[in-house]
């Protein structure tokens, strides 16, 4: 992983009006904030308040293709040893002579998990499955499948390859519990970078926790990053929270909460789920890198 030169988190000696800075965060003296949805918060005390942009060496960008795939869950690929698998895009067709429905899935030790929401494909017609930083990324072994309703499906998808070395890596959780769940806490010594709709870059906009709930019914849920010592509470009634609005997802949807971009070190991005199952997973891309010295 090559790092670029950093930049200096805004400093201000007041905070602007949470109307005209949502999603945004600040240093203010020798404190990091995150405007929230209701307050600002204070994320905790950031004197080495860099954030790198990233750019990952020794990537090869390769075009995997397949054709008459079967009815149910079939495997696309894994990663080759040594390496891992940032999903791009992907363009499927649909020439089985009816209208089909599929979804992307993961299967990770030998389990399948679904990765995105079910949708439609009419006969002699295309789907577009755009992936980058809201697809897990993946590791040897780690395999990319596609779930169709019918027999016949061609298409192709384009991966970033890179070396397992980087420190850009996946985080998950394959069944989550009733309340608090952690799904990931930054090391000490260390800060982390979680990728915006334009990847790990150096923007301040906010990230996104992927949620799949296949429990079988309907879930709620929030997320937020929690430094060291504090909790996760209710975004719209708890006195100290990082957390978005509480979103609902039906069974067999994926969805998406916002975090903030940055976790410092020892704090922890946490989501809330209002009901336990092994049908919940959520997952996380990260990117880690020592705190300068």
Known sequence: MEIKSGFELPLVTTLPSLASEPDHLYQLGNDLYHSGTYRWNQLL????????????????PRLYFFSNLLLGTMDIGTPPVGYKWMIRSSRIKNNTGASITIYPAVKF?????????????????????????????????DYLAINSTATGLTGWIYVDEFPASVEVKCVKLLSMSTGNNTLYTCPVGANAILPSSSGFTQSLGPSNVAVANQSGTSRTFYAGVIPTGQSLTDPATGSYSLAGIASTFATNAVGFLNVPCYVPSQASVVVNASGASAGLICWLNVYEYLIPT
């Open 45 to 60: 005390a950031c004197p080495d308040a860099l954030i790198p942009q990233m750019a990952i060496r020794g990537v090869i």
């Open 109 to 141: 030790s030998g389990t399948y998990y679904r990765a995105f929401s079910t949708q439609a494909i009419p006969n002699n017609s295309t789907a577009s499955i755009n992936g980058s930083y809201l697809f897990p990324i993946l590791e040897n072994g």
